[in-house]
């Protein structure tokens, strides 16, 4: 399974998240949305465009959501 994380550099729950996702072997692609506008666009196009909170993950190419959404998402795996 593969994993991208939208998130920041100073957001622990991005960090949890991706800590989450490694210990259940999901690679993860980390993406920074407070380095580019390009970044943040692009989570809003898959996230929502009201989205305003990191981490938003998508897991094997579907959106799951925040940290709580993935938690739920690996404890059905």
Same mark, same amino acid.
């Given at each position: 399974? &593969?994993?991208?994380?939208?998130?920041?550099?100073?957001? $622990?729950?991005?960090?949890?998240? /991706?800590?989450?996702?490694?210990?259940?072997?999901?690679? !993860?692609?980390?993406?920074? !949305? $407070?380095? $580019?506008?390009?970044?943040? &666009?692009?989570?809003? &196009?898959?996230?929502?465009?009201? %989205? %305003?909170? !990191?981490?938003?993950? +998508? +897991?094997?190419?579907?959106? !799951?959501?925040?940290? /709580?959404?993935?938690?739920?998402?690996?404890?059905?795996?």
């Amino acid at each position: 399974m &593969k994993a991208i994380v939208y998130g920041t550099p100073r957001c $622990s729950w991005c960090d949890r998240v /991706t800590e989450m996702l490694g210990e259940n072997e999901i690679e !993860v692609e980390k993406i920074d !949305v $407070s380095e $580019s506008k390009e970044n943040l &666009k692009s989570m809003k &196009k898959v996230a929502g465009k009201t %989205t %305003t909170t !990191v981490p938003q993950v +998508i +897991i094997d190419g579907n959106f !799951v959501g925040g940290y /709580t959404e993935v938690e739920r998402f690996i404890n059905r795996l």
